[in-house]
């Protein structure tokens, strides 16, 4: 799936944990994570296993954080964001 967000829109959301600002990221990073959550070793922040498929998401200024797109929404929940250590951006 491909969602379009509005550049307004994004240059005004921030990371609920960092606060530093967000961009999109790579369709190759999301077919990756997207991989890690076919053979359930993906978790997010609290350490769940993420189990719903990610139609996009967005990185923190530092790229530590990956918040998730799912549904055409943006999900803002700190407990919900992917931590991106480890991973090749």
């Given amino acids: 799936m491909s969602t379009r967000f509005d550049p307004d829109l994004i240059s005004m959301i921030r ?3 960092t606060k530093s600002p967000l961009s999109a990221a790579s369709r190759t990073l999301i077919e990756q ?5 076919e053979s359930g070793t993906l978790v997010n922040r ?3 296993t993420v189990e719903i498929k990610l139609d996009g998401g967005f990185i923190n200024e530092d790229q530590s954080l990956l ?3 799912r549904g055409g929404i943006v999900i803002l929940v700190s407990d919900q964001a992917i931590g991106l250590s ?3 951006i």
């Fill in 33 to 37: 994570l997207n991989r890690q959550i």
């Fill in 46 to 48: 609290i350490g769940q």
């Fill in 15 to 17: 990371c609920p944990i």
């Fill in 86 to 88: 480890g991973v090749v």
């Fill in 67 to 69: 918040l998730p797109v």
